[in-house]
């Protein structure tokens, strides 16, 4: 009997070890039971959705090139350069550089009582990116000027140019130019080739034909103030 209960006292010695690693060791299953639901329904839980870019106001640009038309029409200077920005700046086709509103009313003032006075202008062939905000535009569009005059009085052909502007909206209400770029593209040199369309040179058109070349001195130079309402502060 004594050996019986010997035998049983070591067994129990013995068993009493591994339920307690036992019981300490079922809290933490029960933890990583717990956390798994967590685990998963995170994995479950769908991404959220990209955010869509805001879509920039093109008609609120037009609307500036024309209230710029407008004025140009008007032969009004000052109404023109009020499209712009305090720190505006455009360079006009004979080169002839307007800072801030001030100047830019100089510029057109130069314009307007000068060759092209009594011309409309007007903007068309818009591209327009907003970049890197929805408030700055990046604009190409052509100007037209008609209503110009040849030195003997008679009518002049229409005029295209192409316009490069940065328009800006600081305000939340009105475009404007904050940069102007109006040019004209250069015609080659009497006497020049044109460009081939191919590399084979047996192609190419003869140089020896000055007729064909058109004169770039007898081509009118359009105005200075195209609107640019790119900018911040004015419109074009």
């Known amino acids: 009997m004594k050996k019986l209960s010997s035998v ?17 060791a079922a809290p933490a299953n029960a933890a990583d039971q717990a ?8 994995a479950a839980a769908p991404a959220s959705p990209k955010a ?12 500036a090139f024309e209230e ?5 029409a008007a032969g009004d200077a000052k109404a023109v350069a009020s499209h712009f920005t305090p ?3 455009v360079i006009n086709p004979m080169g002839m550089e307007g800072k ?6 100089k510029v057109a003032e130069a314009d307007l009582s000068g060759p092209l006075k009594g011309t409309q202008q007007a903007f068309d062939d818009f591209n327009i990116r907003f970049y890197p905000m929805p408030n700055i535009a990046l604009v190409d569009c052509t100007s037209t000027v008609t209503g110009m005059k040849k030195p ?17 909206n600081r305000t939340g209400k009105k475009w404007e130019a904050l940069l102007v770029r ?11 080739a044109a460009p081939a369309a191919s590399t084979d040179a047996s192609t190419a058109p003869a140089a020896s034909d000055a007729s064909a070349a058109p004169a770039t001195a007898t081509t009118p130079v359009a105005g200075s103030i195209t609107p640019a309402n790119a900018g911040t502060g004015t419109n074009p």
């Open 8 to 24: 049983v006292g070591m067994v129990f010695l013995f068993a009493t070890p591994l339920m307690a690693q036992d019981q300490t």
């Open 35 to 42: 956390a798994a639901p967590a685990d998963q329904s995170a």
């Open 52 to 63: 869509k870019a805001p879509k920039g106001d093109e008609d609120g640009i037009k609307k």
């Open 68 to 72: 710029v038309s407008e004025a140009w």
């Open 87 to 89: 720190d505006s700046s």
């Open 100 to 105: 801030g509103r001030r100047g830019v009313e």
């Open 152 to 168: 003997d009085g008679t009518d002049a052909d229409p005029m295209k140019l192409h316009l490069f502007a940065v328009m800006v």
């Open 182 to 192: 109006p040019y004209a593209f250069l015609q080659p040199p009497a006497g020049s």
